[in-house]
């Protein structure tokens, strides 16, 4: 599944040629780095399958940088032009010093996109029932970890004191751990929540988008220079979501599934319908990509609760939404 998804991420985007950003009559290459390669983003994944971008002129070369520490990396020495991660990315990178630091200016998801894998069903699930149990959780400062315990926390939870999540393994294996018999709950991304079902090894019994609200996920965003000298192709590359936004906010998870299956082709076209459901069924993607000023200060607040942050970080800074308010006119 790595190696296809590495394969898939090296693709430059499809469809017909279009206009071009610079004008020119040339297509604009645009390096994007995700954080992973996910069905949780999808509108992306529409907008490079339907020629979206190179509707708006620009080639895009989508690599995959395997945790937002390496997309970061990527976007900071100019590997990517950029890039697609937890905007809580932007808030430590600001808050580190970082001169020319990356600026957040499209919005994609408002939900957390992982799923409580129970080891046994459970038909009425209430998160009191994680009080003294192990469970399998993300890497301390990331997303997943802050919004599960925020989660927790919610719910009069201590993570650290009313149960034992383990934070050893490394992202993409946990699936791997509970299937070998570790702990009585994970906390799973798809497609492994789906696939730990359909082997019998687990079963989804929350969903974290869904008890924590809505949560400014993932975002887009580019050093403070790059958009400062490239306005015209952060705005032909915003033009370009908002398409795929529109798409899946007016089509069917079955009709977005078989737009985004070349993407995802080590997955089972079954697997994949039920996954695009359940992110359609919680409303996981705005329906523009305005980063607004609520989330972001929700986003800061998680980071608090986390410890993460010790001083809070300026909105006016860190997210620009000309690009996103004029794509959505």
């Known amino acids: 599944m790595l190696a296809a998804a590495l394969a898939v991420g090296m693709l430059a985007g499809c469809g017909a040629p279009g206009g071009n950003a610079g004008g020119d009559g040339k297509m604009t290459p645009v390096t994007l780095n995700e954080v992973a390669h996910s069905i949780f983003y999808a509108p992306m994944y529409v907008a490079i399958e339907e020629g979206y971008f190179r509707e708006e002129g620009l080639d895009v070369t989508l690599v995959t940088g395997f945790g937002a520490d390496k997309t970061m990396t990527a976007v900071l020495t100019g590997d990517a032009d950029i890039g697609f991660m937890g905007s809580e990315s932007t808030i430590y990178t600001y808050a580190g010093g970082t001169e020319d630091y990356v600026v957040n200016f499209a919005q994609l998801t408002q ?128 033009n370009a979501l908002q398409k795929g936004m529109d798409y899946v906010q007016t089509h069917t998870p079955q009709e977005i599934a078989d737009v985004i299956a070349p993407q995802f082709a080590e997955t089972d076209k079954q697997a994949l319908v039920t996954i695009v459901t359940r992110y359609h069924d919680q409303d996981t993607w705005k329906s523009d990509l305005v980063f607004e000023k609520a989330s972001f200060d929700l986003l800061q607040n998680i980071l608090e609760d986390s410890g993460v942050l010790s001083e809070r970080v300026p909105y006016e800074d860190l997210v620009n939404t000309a690009f996103a308010q004029e794509a959505k006119k």
């Open 111 to 238: 939900r957390a996109g992982n799923f409580l894998v129970s080891r046994e069903p459970i038909d009425d699930f209430n998160w009191d029932m994680l009080r003294d149990q192990d469970v399998l959780g993300g890497r301390a400062g990331g997303m997943p970890q802050m919004v599960f315990e925020y989660i927790l926390r919610k719910n009069n939870i201590d993570p650290a004191a009313d149960l034992r999540i383990d934070q050893s393994i490394d992202f993409g294996s946990t699936a791997a751990a509970f299937s070998g018999g570790d702990a009585d709950f994970t906390v799973e991304f798809e497609p492994h929540a789906t696939l730990l079902e359909q082997k019998g090894d687990g079963y989804v019994v929350a969903s974290l988008g869904e008890d924590s609200g809505y949560v400014p996920y993932t975002a887009f965003s580019a050093k403070k220079s790059y958009i400062e000298q490239n306005g015209e192709v952060i705005q032909a590359f915003t």
